[in-house]
T-cell receptor, first 113, second 113 residues
Framework: DQQVKQNSPSLSVQEGRISILNCDYT??????FLWYKKYPAEGPTFLIS?????DKNEDGRFTVFLNKSAKHLSLHIVPSQPGDSAVYFC????????????FGTGTRLKVLA | GAGVSQSPSNKVTEKGKDVELRCDPI?????LYWYRQSLGQGLEFLIY????????KSGLPSDRFSAERTGGSVSTLTIQRTQQEDSAVYLC???????????FGSGTRLTVV
C-alpha cells in the first residue's frame, strides 16, 4: 500500500519556465511533509518542508503548496534551471507517534537548456 | 563527522554470499535510519534506531536482513545469503532526534550477480 504517491515518473521543462512536481498521500494522519532532491550517485538532500498548519511555504525559487482536503502537495520551481535536473522525492510523516518518513517513488525532472 | 558516511560505495557480490554495509552518522545524531531504493522504486524504509535500540524493524524484507548499532554511533546492515532481488542502493540517514529531518549518506550500491 503506497501511502505517498508521485504519479509522474518524469517531467521535462524548458529552462526559465515553471516546474510543478506533484505528490498525493492517503494517510490523513500525515501532518508534516518534506521534499528531497537527489542527484545520481549522491544521497537525497533536503529541499523544503511544510507543516499541515500552513498551506504554502516558500524558499527562494522553491515553493511547496499543501491542499489538506485533497491530500495533495506540490513543489513549484520557478524559474527552472538546468542544475535543478534531479530526482525529487516527497516524504510525509505524522508528528503524533510515528518517527519515520514515508517516501514517494520520485519524479525525475529534466530542465532543458 | 560533517556528514553521514557510508561504506563501501559500491559492492558486487555473488548470490549466496553475505555482505555488510556500514553507516557512520553525524556525530550527536541519536536517530539512524536505513532505507533502500531498488531500480524504479521509491525509498523503502528498512529499520530505525534510536540510540542502540531498534524500535522499528518492520521494513526488513526477510530474516536474512539484520542490523545493529553500537555506541550510539556506527551501524552495520548485514544481508545473509544474498539474492538478486537484494540488488539496490542502500541509504543510511541520521537525524538529531526522532521525527526530525534526515541527512542522508551517499548510499551503497549493492549488485548481486
Amino acid at each position: 500500500d503506497q501511502q505517498v504517491k508521485q504519479n509522474s515518473p518524469s517531467l521535462s521543462v524548458q529552462e526559465g519556465r515553471i516546474s510543478i512536481l506533484n505528490c498525493d498521500y492517503t494517510n490523513s494522519m500525515f501532518d508534516y511533509f518534506l521534499w528531497y532532491k537527489k542527484y545520481p550517485a549522491e544521497g537525497p538532500t533536503f529541499l523544503i518542508s511544510i507543516s499541515s498548519i500552513k498551506d504554502k511555504n516558500e524558499d527562494g525559487r522553491f515553493t511547496v503548496f499543501l491542499n489538506k482536503s485533497a491530500k495533495h502537495l506540490s513543489l513549484h520551481i520557478v524559474p527552472s534551471q538546468p542544475g535543478d535536473s534531479a530526482v525529487y522525492f516527497c516524504a510525509a510523516k505524522s508528528t503524533s507517534g510515528t518517527y519515520k518518513y514515508i517516501f514517494g517513488t520520485g519524479t525525475r525532472l529534466k530542465v532543458l537548456a | 563527522g560533517a556528514g553521514v558516511s557510508q561504506s563501501p560505495s559500491n559492492k558486487v557480490t555473488e548470490k549466496g554470499k553475505d555482505v555488510e554495509l556500514r553507516c557512520d552518522p553525524i556525530s550527536g545524531h541519536t536517530a539512524l535510519y536505513w532505507y533502500r531504493q531498488s531500480l524504479g522504486q521509491g525509498l523503502e524504509f528498512l529499520i530505525y534506531f534510536q540510540g542502540n535500540s531498534a524500535p522499528d524493524k518492520s521494513g526488513l524484507p526477510s530474516d536474512r536482513f539484520s542490523a545493529e548499532r553500537t555506541g550510539g554511533s556506527v551501524s552495520t546492515l548485514t544481508i545473509q545469503r544474498t539474492q538478486q532481488e537484494d540488488s539496490a542502493v542502500y541509504l543510511c540517514a541520521s537525524s538529531r532526534g526522532q521525527g526530525d529531518g534526515y541527512t542522508f549518506g551517499s548510499g551503497t550500491r549493492l549488485t548481486v550477480v
